[in-house]
């Protein structure tokens, strides 16, 4: 069975509740300073850009939609160009060693949280003569699971530019572009990507309030040109996920009424899912989506059961509006309710346990 959650389950009386975890998770944005400390300093026009991006950048990302695209546009599979699936946790280290606005990135593919593609560091500072806000970039020695095992990661605090554990990647700059801001290396020359020997990877990213994109620029080695559209891809497009918390019940008996909660899950709208086993033995997987409507032509927030895995049959499903707080659906054989993960929902969904 697998298990994933968007954090720890708490009680209305305080104490935990054993929830099964989901596939990723949602964050709650915090401020960065309080009240009074924001009213004592003075922030450069620069610190400010920190402070915003500081606030919209943690969370978790996803890049499920674009896969629906790719096969839209003829890509059926990694082979003919199809990106790979990637999720994408963000978190502030607020208590850093490396200095004040310091961000861990830790990425993996394949829907797999195991599969860590990316494990990073980065200091943001702000360069006041040069109107421009600089990364230094670590990189872990030897990547692992951190937050998507959900795992506790107050420890990397301490971590200094001379740890062990890092080493020093490409420096970057990072400049506001409209609403969003785009990262770009300082010098695009400085990374040999080993798997393809012979090119230079030149990694850029944008951040926005509920979008993370990144590319991998490919350029030849020896020339240091860039190599032509057909060697590169499109940029990864990842969206900001929203955790939901989610009730399962099943029937107390066979045609009886669904009243007893089998399942108390935690999940998220960009592709998260769970699996169970049914009353019956059949392997079942929940999942949610905040998905584009082919049919509709508009976005459509659905939440559905297939049969098996998420290549199988459908065996039920429900939709509503993007940016609604709660959905779900009661056929008669199972009752799933899904509220967005806050602690008056949590309290209210407490409330609804059988037999309270």
């Known amino acids: ?71 839209f546009a003829g890509m059926p599979d990694v082979s003919h160009g199809q990106h790979l699936r990637v999720h994408h946790h963000a978190q502030r280290l607020k208590s850093s060693r490396l200095g004040e606005y310091v961000m861990y990135i830790e990425e993996y593919i394949h829907d797999d949280p195991s599969d860590i593609q990316r494990q990073s560091i980065y200091v943001l500072s702000p360069d006041e003569e040069a109107k421009e806000i600089k990364i230094n970039v670590y990189h872990f020695n030897n990547a692992q699971a951190r937050l998507s095992m959900k795992k506790e990661i107050d420890d990397l605090n301490q971590l200094t530019s001379s740890s062990s554990s890092l080493i020093r990647g490409c420096d970057m700059i990072l400049r506001r572009e409209g609403m969003a801001f785009r990262a770009v290396t300082e010098d695009k020359f400085c990374i040999v990507d080993n798997e393809e020997k012979g090119l230079f990877i030149d990694h850029q990213f944008r951040i926005a309030e509920r979008e993370y994109w990144y590319e991998e620029i490919k350029y030849d080695n020896t020339t240091e040109r860039r190599l032509s559209d057909e060697f590169q891809q499109a940029p ?121």
């Open 1 to 71: 069975m697998l298990l994933t959650a968007c954090q720890n389950r708490i009680s209305s009386d305080g104490s935990d509740i054993p929830v099964h975890l989901a596939q990723a998770s949602g964050a709650t944005v915090e401020k960065t300073l309080d009240d009074r400390k924001a009213a004592e300093r003075k922030y450069t026009l620069l610190e400010r850009e920190l402070e915003y991006i500081m606030v919209i950048w943690p969370g978790e990302y996803d890049n499920v939609e674009q896969l629906d695209f790719d096969k």
């Open 236 to 356: 990864y497009q990842l969206e900001k996920s929203r955790c939901f918390i989610c009730m399962i019940d099943f029937p107390k008996e066979e045609g009886g009424r669904p009243t007893v909660t089998h399942h108390y899950i935690d999940i998220h709208d960009q592709g998260g899912k769970f699996e169970f086993d049914y009353l019956d033995g059949r392997h079942m997987v929940l999942g949610m989506r905040n998905t584009w409507s082919f049919g509709m032509q508009r976005e459509t927030f659905v939440i559905f059961i297939q049969e098996e895995s998420q290549s199988g049959t459908t065996l039920i499903y429900s939709w509503g509006n993007p940016g609604a707080d709660r959905i779900g659906f009661n056929p008669g054989w199972i009752r799933v309710q899904c509220d967005l993960d806050t602690p008056e929902n949590r309290k209210f969904q407490q409330g609804l346990r059988p037999d309270s």
